[in-house]
């Protein structure tokens, strides 16, 4: 039996069958039943048939996870990427806590979160402490709620790292699930009470411009105006006329296109340099107002920001490496990895994505991580703020 802690498994995943051989591949490179295990899986496969023969096959694990885009990157790469595939993570650690919680929206998001993170603390058995960490998948539209409910009610002391369920093609085909519950609309809440160290990093691999302006008129996710005027129009100036808004019939969709060209908000800075939470462009709207994947307030300065293949895909390394330097021990044992890592990212760099393992793997020594591909990605940024933002990489980093 091995000795390792934290051990990973990925494959094409269509029948029950394929779930046994998955579970024994990770159960040999473990050195025990695993206390927690975190599922990424293809929004092709039967969320149902994991949920339930996971269940099955760990009753004494606690198990939870959410759908991809795609798939989704261990230290071995991509395993039957844009197919039905399922990746599972999972960690040992006698001496730590583990608790998993879920509610379905069907009213309040606040009241869903407040149960979700309270089923989770009850699971935990340590009710009433203070989790090392805080792991979320949640379906993509109500993330900022979502975040700042757990921040009220651990006093924004706790890590929040997670990122929302995907597909393959914006179909609200995505689930996410706790235990043996599971929905297209709800949220999933893990929390770590862990005896390791853990260490976290969020950052985008986006550069600010010298460009930006001032919502000067928004609602929710809904840019209406830049500086005064149509945000719509601002934006395609800015962003080289992604779009001829003169000829082509609106509303029109940009996510695509608008990949390498978000827009930032500037969140705090490091000795004077600011670091930025970013928004991705999704619609220009009739009204040539401007729909994002995350909420934008009125009065806050807009930049653009500008990305590249090459930095994207090697990003996720340097975040990796900060992630590593945060902790209190810099030098100390990496024993795995937890990784999240925009799939509209993914998607602008979907014939190199399997560069991406190459940076994970240098930074993390070739230890066990789960990457997966989200649709919409939340962390804790440099100054300690937990948020929700777009074209984001997180990386969570164990060491003992």
């Given at each position: 039996m091995s000795n390792q802690v934290i051990a990973t498994a990925a494959?094409?995943?269509e029948h029950q069958q394929d779930l046994d051989k998955l579970a024994q591949s990770l159960n040999t490179q473990l050195a025990s039943v695993p206390d927690l295990i975190i599922a990424s899986y293809s929004s092709l496969c039967e969320t149902d048939l994991i949920v339930n023969h996971l269940a099955a096959l760990y009753p004494k694990s606690a198990i939870a996870g959410a759908s991809t885009c795609r798939g989704a990157i261990t230290a071995d790469g991509l395993?039957?990427?844009g197919e039905a595939n399922v990746t599972l993570w999972g960690l040992c650690d006698s001496e730590g806590d583990y608790g998993i919680g879920f509610a379905?929206?069907?009213?309040?998001?606040?009241?869903?979160?407040k149960s979700a993170v309270e089923q989770a603390l009850e699971h935990s058995g340590r009710h009433g402490e203070l989790p090392a960490l805080i792991w979320m998948h949640t379906s993509p539209g109500n993330e900022e709620t979502v975040?700042?409910?757990?921040?009220?009610?651990?006093?924004?002391?706790?890590?929040?790292?997670?990122?929302?369920a995907a597909d393959e093609t914006l179909e609200e085909n995505w689930t996410c699930f706790a235990g043996s519950q599971y929905a297209t609309n709800g949220v999933s809440v893990t929390v770590f009470f862990s005896s390791f160290e853990i260490s976290t990093s969020f950052q985008s691999g986006y550069l600010p411009t010298e460009t930006s302006g001032v919502a000067t008129r928004c609602e929710g996710r809904t840019v209406y105006e830049i500086d005064n005027q149509p945000a719509a129009l601002v934006y395609n100036n800015w962003a080289g006329q992604l779009v001829d808004i003169d000829q082509e019939q609106l509303p029109v969709n940009v996510l695509g296109s608008s990949t390498l060209s978000p827009l930032g908000v500037a969140v705090g800075d490091v000795?004077?340099?600011?670091y930025y939470n970013l928004a991705h462009p999704e619609t220009y709207t009739k009204e040539k107002a401007l729909t994002f994947f995350c909420e934008v307030a009125e009065g806050e300065t807009l930049t653009l920001m500008n990305g590249t293949v090459d930095n994207i895909i090697s990003r996720p390394g340097r975040v990796a490496n900060e992630a590593i330097y945060n902790s209190d021990d810099p030098d100390g044992e990496i024993i795995g990895g937890l990784v999240v890592f925009c799939g509209g990212c993914l998607l602008a760099v979907e014939p190199r994505a399997a560069e991406i393992a190459d940076h994970l793997n240098e930074n993390l020594q070739q230890q066990p991580y789960l990457g997966c591909f989200t649709f919409g990605e939340q962390g804790c940024l440099i100054g300690g703020e937990n948020r929700h933002g777009n074209l984001m990489i997180s990386v969570t980093v164990f060491k003992r």
């Open positions: 494959c094409k995943c395993k039957a990427f379905e929206f069907k009213s309040s998001i606040n009241d869903a979160t975040v700042a409910t757990i921040d009220q009610i651990f006093d924004g002391d706790v890590s929040i790292v997670g990122g929302s000795s004077g340099i600011p």
